[in-house]
């Protein structure tokens, strides 16, 4: 799944190429990836320029004039590329046709992934919206740190937990507490204030370094203009178990943790203080 840094990179190039530009035509090639009823969604979106495009979280938003507000989650496949030109695809979901001829296309091979248009500030009545935590890029390490500290759960699912820090998941969970020397199965109550203060500066770290270089490209993940990313080739223990850790030279192991696979070095990252 598309974490922050993704999601990150996709907003600013598609930002750069799409502003000011007019939605001119949209094709809806599979329903259940607009949650909204098609011809509300139609209505909202045919006509209107966009804005500004930027991320919350996991999500993808454009901003379009009118107050209009379009969410992009790309769950575990999808994609939005924007491009000159472009025939229909297999996996294409939906199209936007733009007023200078490019299209927008948002394509998602599993069908997980999902659009949907908010008018006014309906938005902020959503659910999903109203639980997400903190933006790790913006809110202190210390103010995070508090948030989890004294807590029993372990602090790869806390990491995980959309609610207490928006954005992160598997990978740069994973490296940002291999950094930080920790164990993903170490429960927060046991880990000393400063070393969390340590772990959420480590994940800052780790998030802006992913974004400064594209994102991380495992399966599906390009950015706006079809390109993969390259954090993967700065990977220190994500997905890879059995081999040797790049800083002590012990094997790597995996566990599950809040469900995820979870890689990290038995000899130097810690469990418990």
Same mark, same amino acid.
């Given at each position: 799944?598309?974490?922050?840094?993704e999601?990150?990179?996709?907003?600013?190039?598609?930002?750069?190429?799409?502003?000011?530009?007019?939605?001119?035509?949209?094709?809806?090639?599979?329903?259940?990836?607009?949650?909204?009823?098609?011809p509300?969604?139609?209505?909202?979106?045919?006509?209107?320029?966009?804005?500004?495009?930027h991320?919350?979280a996991?999500?993808?938003?454009?901003?379009?004039?009118?107050?209009?507000?379009?969410?992009?989650?790309?769950?575990?496949?999808?994609?939005?590329?924007?491009?000159?030109e472009?025939?229909?695809?297999?996996?294409?979901?939906?199209?936007?046709?733009?007023?200078?001829?490019?299209?927008?296309?948002?394509?998602?091979?599993r069908?997980?992934?999902?659009?949907r248009?908010?008018?006014?500030?309906?938005?902020?009545?959503?659910?999903?919206?109203?639980t997400?935590?903190?933006?790790?890029?913006?809110?202190?390490?210390?103010?995070?740190?508090?948030?989890?500290?004294?807590?029993?759960?372990?602090?790869?699912?806390?990491?995980?937990?959309?609610?207490?820090?928006?954005?992160?998941?598997?990978?740069?969970?994973?490296?940002?507490?291999?950094r930080?020397?920790?164990?993903?199965?170490?429960?927060?109550? %046991?880990?000393?204030?400063?070393?969390?203060?340590?772990?959420?500066?480590?994940?800052?770290?780790?998030?802006?370094?992913?974004?400064?270089?594209?994102?991380?490209?495992?399966?599906?993940?390009?950015?706006?203009?079809?390109?993969a990313?390259?954090?993967?080739?700065s990977?220190?223990?994500?997905?890879?178990?059995?081999?040797?850790?790049?800083? %002590?030279? %012990?094997?790597?192991?995996?566990?599950?943790?809040?469900?995820?696979?979870?890689?990290?070095?038995?000899? %130097?990252?810690?469990?418990?203080?």
């Open positions: 799944m598309p974490e922050l840094p999601v990150e990179t996709i907003a600013r190039g598609l930002h750069r190429s799409l502003q000011g530009r007019r939605i001119e035509s949209v094709d809806v090639y599979w329903e259940g990836s607009v949650h909204n009823e098609q509300e969604f139609l209505a909202r979106v045919q006509g209107r320029a966009v804005v500004r495009t991320r919350r996991k999500l993808l938003l454009m901003d379009l004039e009118g107050g209009i507000r379009l969410a992009f989650h790309l769950k575990m496949t999808g994609r939005v590329v924007h491009e000159a472009r025939e229909r695809q297999p996996h294409d979901r939906v199209r936007f046709t733009l007023d200078n001829g490019s299209v927008l296309t948002f394509a998602d091979v069908k997980f992934g999902y659009v248009a908010f008018a006014d500030r309906e938005i902020e009545e959503w659910k999903f919206w109203r997400l935590g903190p933006e790790p890029l913006e809110a202190s390490a210390e103010s995070l740190a508090e948030s989890v500290r004294g807590r029993a759960a372990r602090i790869k699912a806390l990491l995980l937990d959309q609610s207490v820090v928006a954005g992160v998941g598997n990978i740069y969970a994973d490296e940002s507490l291999f930080a020397r920790l164990r993903p199965d170490c429960k927060a109550c %046991c880990i000393p204030y400063d070393r969390l203060v340590e772990l959420f500066n480590h994940l800052k770290e780790v998030l802006e370094q992913a974004i400064a270089e594209n994102g991380s490209s495992i399966r599906d993940y390009v950015n706006a203009d079809g390109d990313g390259a954090f993967q080739n990977f220190n223990v994500y997905g890879k178990k059995g081999e040797s850790c790049p800083r %002590c030279g %012990c094997g790597l192991t995996a566990r599950k943790v809040a469900g995820r696979t979870s890689t990290f070095c038995p000899g %130097c990252q810690e469990d418990a203080f």
